[in-house]
């Protein structure tokens, strides 16, 4: 996740123990340039200060990479061809402005996807999977 959105989590997700107890207990990665220390109460979580840490991340024989929030660090991964796939939510809830999860400049974006999954529930949400073809 990029900071701010790892600033806004670390406070309030350790203290989700009952319902995220796997989440809080996977490694956490932080994209900045500026952080220095993580919370300790929010551990393991590791800082990451380039894309060139996300992609020797990404090439290690971990898991899948996950990103939560984090608008501006998700169009910089997809620039780079980094994302493989995108889990969204759509609420319905109409704004006027926000951030925007593709880059304006969509020579940037992810190019082609593939609906693989979809679901709506009873709250109006609605998730769709796509898959990103490279």
């Known amino acids: 996740m990029g900071r701010v959105s790892y600033e806004e989590f670390a406070p309030v997700w350790p203290g989700m123990t009952e319902d995220f107890a796997d989440y809080n ?6 994209m900045s340039t500026t952080m220095t220390e993580t919370d300790p109460g929010w551990q393991p979580t590791y800082i990451l200060h ?11 024989k971990g898991g ?3 990103v939560n929030g984090s608008a501006n660090l998700a169009q910089n991964l997809a620039a780079e061809g980094l994302v493989d796939r995108y889990h969204l939510l759509v609420f319905p809830l109409m704004l006027g402005a926000g951030k925007r ?3 304006d400049d969509f020579t940037k974006g992810p190019g082609r996807l593939d609906l693989i999954e979809h679901a ?3 709250n109006g949400v609605i998730l769709a999977v796509y898959d990103v073809r490279h």
Not at 25 to 30: C, G, I, L, N, S
Not at 50 to 60: A, N, Q
């Open 101 to 103: 999860l593709f880059a």
């Open 50 to 60: 380039s894309i060139e840490d996300v992609v020797r991340l990404k090439e290690g």
């Open 120 to 122: 709506s529930y009873g």
């Open 64 to 66: 899948p990479l996950i």
């Open 25 to 30: 207990a996977m490694p956490k990665y932080v």
